[in-house]
């Protein structure tokens, strides 16, 4: 089966290799958008990505956190993603995060990573048009993932919005499409690995 039903706004990405396509097919249940809605992305767009930004609590962790006695807080992260994102960045493509989170956890794991933060940042589109700018990618070349409504900025400052199959309901019709792990679980190890596939696919149909 090539696409799956899912709601208006959260999309699951299927590989079709003998249509060389990423195919998204997204679905309403809510008023006023009584219809079905087919969205297709193919490769081309995800090959083009050559930024992406994740915020932190939600996307890279399960949005828990843990409190100490003392007070410290300690959050849970996948190990996956950080082989995702090594994967991608072997291709040229730059990977951050951008998040509103103060505690020094953020900049803790992005060092982990070996990609740069910023965290306690109150306007996340300003956050993300500045990275554009120091990498001199255009948004059409940027995708954000997120998972609430304080990245509603950012979905709306790139070309491929992307949110966490457990992100709050508000963000979806902001988005591109779902995925289809949740936040902490390996949404970004997906992403990582759409956007990976979609570049070396296009690179070896410029070859052939």
């Excluded at 309403?28 to 081309?44: F, G, I, K, N, W």
């Excluded at 949404?187 to 696919?201: G, M, Q």
Aim: hydrophobic residues 45%; glycine residues 8%.
């Amino acid at each position: 089966m090539l696409l799956q039903r899912v709601p208006l706004g959260s999309g699951v990405a299927v590989w079709d290799q003998a249509l060389s396509k990423s195919l998204i097919t997204m679905q309403t249940d809510c008023v006023p958008y009584a219809r079905e809605v087919d969205v297709l992305v193919d490769q081309q767009v995800l090959s083009a990505v050559r930024l992406i930004i994740l915020d932190f609590d939600g996307v890279l962790t399960d949005n828990f956190v843990y409190v100490s006695e003392q007070g410290l807080e300690s959050v849970r992260c996948n190990r996956s993603d950080g082989i995702g994102i090594s994967r991608v960045r072997s291709l040229g493509v730059r990977v951050a995060i951008v998040s509103t989170e103060t505690n020094g956890v953020v900049a803790v794991r992005a060092r982990k990573l070996d990609i740069p933060c910023q965290h306690g940042v109150e306007d996340k589109a300003a956050a993300v048009l500045a990275l554009q700018k120091t990498y001199a990618v255009s948004a059409s070349e940027t995708l954000f993932v997120g998972n609430d409504i304080n990245d509603l900025g950012a979905f709306a400052s790139v070309g491929v919005p992307v949110a966490v199959s457990d992100a709050y309901p508000e963000v979806f019709p902001h988005v591109l499409f779902r995925t289809q792990r949740p936040g902490g679980h390996g949404a970004v190890r997906e992403v990582c690995d759409l956007v990976y596939h979609a570049i070396v696919n296009s690179q070896e149909k410029d070859k052939a």
